[in-house]
């Protein structure tokens, strides 16, 4: 039988508050479980958040992906005050701040252009 490996949960590093604000206040951030994972994966990520009542079977990937790559979990009260920082109107189960592209015709990489959000 494959043996799990063991994923620890976020960090209480500063609390919910603190995740909020940098999320809201992030240059560039990618919204929901799935762009939240992709931007891990892709070595964009420098914090991740998730919402404490978020569906784990939700969170858990990302939550594995952000530590197998150290980046920093912190965890929220709720995906409507994250999904509110993000500026959507509804929840979010997770959310990152990533490093902003820069568009090709600015000098970025194309090949760097990832779709990930960048709204302020």
């Known amino acids: 039988m494959a043996e ?5 949960g976020p960090q209480d590093a500063g609390g919910s508050q603190e995740g909020l604000e940098r999320i809201r206040h ?10 939240t994972l992709k931007a ?19 969170t858990e990937p990302v ?10 979990v912190l965890e929220v009260d709720g995906m409507r005050d994250l999904g509110r920082a993000c ?11 990533v490093r902003p592209t820069i568009p090709p015709e600015a000098g970025g990489d194309p ?5 990930l ?3 302020p």
Do not use: C
């Open 26 to 35: 992030a240059p560039a951030r990618a919204v929901g479980a799935n762009q």
């Open 111 to 115: 090949a760097d252009e990832t779709g």
């Open 63 to 72: 939550l594995r992906a952000a530590q197998a790559r150290g980046v920093p």
């Open 40 to 58: 891990v994966e892709r070595g964009r990520a420098v914090l991740v958040v998730v919402a404490r009542d978020a569906d784990r079977r939700v």
């Open 87 to 97: 500026g959507i109107a509804v929840g979010a189960s997770a959310a990152a701040v």
């Open 4 to 8: 799990q490996a063991e994923v620890r």
């Open 117 to 119: 959000s960048t709204v």
